[in-house]
Nanobody, 117 residues
Framework: QVQLVESGGGLVQPGGSLRLSCAAS????????MGWYRQAPGKERELVAG???????NYADSVKGRFTISRDNAKNTVTLQMNSLKPEDTAVYYC???????????WGQGTQVTVSS
């Protein structure tokens, strides 16, 4: 079975930092594109950052320059380093794994990030 397990969420003040981690199992991790999405109450889920199997990076304009996504294929993990956090970053953050061939799409359980003073 496939599992994506997120960790690292929490409460942080504006300007602070958090690092989210996602540990994947049950997939051939290296061939999947990985991404971090977030969803705030009453809003649609949006892509925050993505990294392909080849290492190509993609960021939402709202987080570019503040967030960094990376992957470690040896550990089957993907991380999201979040710096200079803003209240508008408050959301549930989800780890995603997707592979075009076979149309596979998996989600983690989500982890809450709250940015508040």
């Amino acid at each position: 079975q496939v599992q994506l397990v997120e960790s690292g969420g929490g409460l942080v003040q504006p300007g602070g930092s958090l690092r989210l981690s996602c540990a994947a199992s049950g997939i051939i991790f290296s061939i999947y594109a990985m991404g971090w999405y977030r969803q705030a109450p009453g809003k649609e889920r949006e892509l925050v950052a993505g990294i392909t199997s080849a290492g190509t990076l993609n960021y939402a304009d709202s987080v570019k320059g503040r967030f960094t996504i990376s992957r470690d294929n040896a550990k089957n993990t993907v991380t999201l380093q979040m710096n200079s956090l803003k209240p508008e970053d408050t959301a549930v953050y989800y780890c995603n794994a997707v592979r075009r061939v076979g149309a596979t799409n998996y989600w983690g359980q989500g982890t809450q990030v709250t940015v508040s003073s």
